[in-house]
């Protein structure tokens, strides 16, 4: 059963200006470690920022959270099998979230085309108490009443 669906579409050149202004501090906060060494051997890092930046996003979306409750883009990391295709990756608080939640599978599609790059999530289930509710639109757990970890916003505050 379906958990959650998310997209999200990234302007590349975002990322350009973001990159040119800060540098590698930019995707040192958001790109899990096997992520930044990857980015690392790109030869085009703005496209593959945009693309590891949609598919945290529409990951956020699809479960329901946002970057709220501790919960950062380097908890969520893209992977790809051996035969090249992509699949996220859980750490963390979001490691923590998806249990919580009861998700199991998630579904990755990634496109970029010249000026823009897109990402697609489908999270699925296997809790039948995981359901939408018709009248408010609420999951039966709302992810937005989970237990806070103390620690809000979506890691690209300056951190101390």
Known sequence: MIFGIGTD????????ALLERYGERFPRRILTGDEFREFSASK?????????????EAAVKALGTGFKRGLQPCHIGV???????????W???ANELVRLLGVGRGLLSLADEKDYALAFVT?????????SDLK?????????????N?????????RG
């Open 79 to 89: 992977g790809h099998t051996e035969r090249g295709q992509p699949f996220l990756e």
């Open 136 to 148: 408010s639109g609420e999951r039966a757990l709302n992810p937005h009443k989970l237990p806070d």
């Open 150 to 158: 103390g620690s809000e916003g979506h890691g690209l505050e300056e």
């Open 123 to 131: 999270l699925l289930t296997e809790r039948e108490d995981i359901r």
């Open 9 to 16: 579409i990234v302007q590349v050149s975002r990322m350009t």
């Open 91 to 93: 750490q963390g608080r």
């Open 44 to 56: 085009q890092p703005a496209y593959f920022l945009a693309k590891r930046f949609a598919a945290k």
